[in-house]
């Protein structure tokens, strides 16, 4: 082999080797003047900016606080400032700290990966950089309750990859990818589920696309109530791989039955205010709601309708897959299933797994026509890689 040929066999050894990083700034919301780190796991090592400047071992502790223009950085009897960013970066695989924030009264939060500290504006911002796989599990971790099979984290670790790719780009002006509130998902602390870490890990780079590559928003609901809903009927856009689909796996959740009572003249008296003016001349048995076999977008009387969402929405009721019946005045409203209804059934998801289906099995019966990809066959891996790439000292 000539040495070009080495090269460029070594480069790409090192582009395959290199794991996706996304960064997440932590504490985001906020907004502290310091953070506190101690060392959980590994070895790390300290830069100002691109400089090394300390090493930290398994129980080391600092402190970096911002003081008028500058950080300053204390561990044990050393302290030093900086108006550079401080880079604290684990130098063996295994690693993981602990990280609070000035006055808080929070426990600690435990991440893996590496962070930086800079100034921000009034306040100091932590980003942690960290491996795609472990921030998936984090999210999937928190996300799910109880145990299920590996299968059905699979199929969780494929949906919150790809939703963290869709959002990818969210932060760009503030210079990180992510943040750890709402806005975009909350991330407080490592998985430290075995079986989650490693369906994330044996699903590492998968996403769901559609033919054009374009990244999938994977939404989902706790039960489908035996139909899931195709999203026209709850976000007014029809998507083509939110269709409606018949979920026999449904009915073994805990969610798929819901029972409520209401008095039909408060019925009718909201159908009215809802500006439906021919419920005022109809009877109560007129103005029942019945749905058996597939679910109705809206419901109709005469020329007027009401959207069933709607009526799901201002009730509070569990789902808007339900059906009406009157009795001397009272009307019983018999629900099925919980959530919009929309994508993937997570109970009916966990039932399949149980029942020994795969991961894309799963994913592909709840979203139609997906294709499940890896990442690296895509425009965003490159701008990935090149990004981490101008933050990591080496
Ligand atoms: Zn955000």
Not at 159 to 174: D, I
Request: net charge neutral; glycine share 6%.
């Amino acid at each position: 082999m000539n040495r070009f040929l080495m090269t460029l066999f070594l480069f790409v050894m090192t582009l395959a080797l290199t794991s996706q990083e996304i960064s997440v700034a932590v504490f985001y919301e906020k907004k502290p003047q310091g953070v506190t780190i101690t060392i959980q796991k590994g070895v790390y090592l300290v830069y100002n900016d691109y400089d090394i400047i300390d090493t930290l071992q398994i129980g080391n502790n600092i402190s970096i606080i911002k003081e008028s223009d500058y950080l300053v950085y204390r561990h044990k009897t050393k302290a030093w400032a900086t108006n550079k960013n401080i880079r604290i970066v684990n130098n063996t695989d295994n690693a993981a700290f602990f990280i609070n924030y000035s006055g808080s009264i929070e426990p600690a939060r435990c991440y893996e990966g590496w962070i930086k500290v800079k100034l921000h504006e009034y306040s100091v911002l932590a980003v942690n950089y960290v491996n795609l796989d472990a921030y998936v599990a984090a999210i999937v971790e928190r996300l799910s309750t109880g145990m299920a099979s590996e299968e059905f984290f699979k199929a969780q670790a494929v949906m919150y990859r790809t939703f963290c790719l869709v959002n990818y780009a969210k932060h760009e002006n503030e210079g990180f990818d992510l943040c750890d509130g709402t806005h975009c998902q909350i991330y407080n602390n490592k998985s430290t589920n075995r079986i989650i870490i490693n369906a994330s890990k044996k699903t590492s780079n998968l996403v769901m696309v559609d033919k054009y590559q374009n990244l999938l928003n994977p939404v989902s609901h706790l039960n489908s109530g035996g139909y899931t809903a195709p999203s026209e009927y709850v976000y007014g856009v029809s998507e083509p791989h939110l269709k409606s689909v018949k979920d026999e796996f449904a009915e073994n959740g805990n969610n798929y039955n819901w029972k409520i009572l209401i008095p039909a003249a408060e019925w009718q008296s909201y159908l009215i205010n809802k500006g439906i003016k021919s419920a005022e001349n109809k009877l109560y048995k007129q103005l029942l709601i019945v749905q058996q076999d597939e679910r109705l977008n809206e419901f109709k009387i005469d020329n007027e309708t009401i959207s069933l969402n709607t009526i799901r929405t201002d009730w509070g009721w569990k789902s808007s897959l339900f059906s009406m019946s009157l009795d001397k005045g009272v009307i019983t409203i018999i629900g099925k299933g919980n959530g919009t209804g929309v994508g993937l059934s997570v109970e009916s998801a966990r039932t399949m797994a149980s029942k020994g289906f795969i991961y894309d099995n799963i994913l592909k019966f709840y979203y139609s026509d997906i294709i499940i990809t890896n990442l690296n066959h895509m425009n965003i891996y490159s701008e990935m890689l090149q990004k981490v790439r101008k933050e990591k000292p080496l």
